[in-house]
């Protein structure tokens, strides 16, 4: 069964400091991992999708990695902002292709 | 191209009463996963559908139920809900077994009282 644990669990920090988002899987044998982002209430929205044939994957400010052999998955966000402000989730699939996720960090930039 | 559509929005029911929440996948997807969310936890899986049959379930009990239509669309229901049952219920399409990643919809707040 997989298992994710995503740390830390929650990150204050002041407007345009590089942030460091780390999540951990038990069951490495996944084709795919995705980042997504939570709003208050909301649903949620992708950010990320790494396959496993890659390392990492880029989209503005924000860099995913993937490193299978270790379980884990790493999210940076360079130059925070304000609206950057929400929950961020990794999913990763199981053996039967079910993405589970994590409890998510919980991310507050203050300006 | 519309994404994933969840109606309704927010609900409010009685404890002991049944609901049923109903989802359109993005265009394009032909499998929908539904999953719970309680406040401060993160997403759970309930089940899958695909071809309109119930493809994986997660570990929730038999009040939980759910239908897949030709169109893909879906419907989940809950019967005789529980205060325990408040929560957001989210709706996720995809396509290949999720190979290209999923898409969820804005989620459906349930409220039981």
């Known amino acids: 069964k997989q298992e994710v644990t995503q740390i830390p669990a929650a990150l204050s920090v002041p407007e345009g400091e590089n942030l460091v988002l780390n999540c951990s899987f038990t069951?490495?044998?996944?084709?795919?991992l995705q980042w997504f982002r939570q709003d208050p209430g909301k649903g949620l929205t992708s950010l990320l999708l790494?396959?496993?044939?890659?390392r990492e994957q880029t989209s503005g400010r924000l860099n995913a990695s993937l490193d299978k052999s270790s379980g884990r998955s790493t999210l940076y966000i360079a130059a925070s902002q304000p609206g950057d402000s929400a929950t961020y989730l990794c999913?990763?699939?199981?053996?039967?292709?079910?993405?589970?996720f994590g409890r998510g960090t919980s991310l507050i930039v203050h300006p | 191209d519309a994404g994933v559509t969840q109606s309704p929005t927010h609900l409010i029911k009685t404890r002991g009463q049944q609901v049923t929440l109903r989802c359109s996948p993005k265009?394009?997807?032909?499998?929908v996963s539904w999953y719970q969310q309680a406040l401060g936890q993160g997403p759970q899986f309930i089940f899958q559908?695909?071809?309109?049959?119930?493809?994986q379930r997660g570990n929730f009990p038999d009040r939980f139920s759910g239908h897949q239509f030709p169109n893909y669309s879906s419907e989940l229901n809950v019967n005789a809900l529980l205060l325990g049952d408040s929560a957001l219920y989210l709706c996720a399409s995809s396509s290949d077994r999720g190979g290209y990643g999923y898409t969820f919809g804005s989620g459906t707040r349930l409220t039981v009282v």
């Open positions: 790494i396959q496993s044939s890659q």
């Open positions: 999913a990763v699939p199981g053996g039967s292709y079910i993405p589970t």
């Open positions: 069951d490495s044998a996944i084709y795919n």
């Open positions: 559908y695909y071809e309109e049959e119930e493809r």
């Open positions: 265009s394009g997807h032909d499998t």
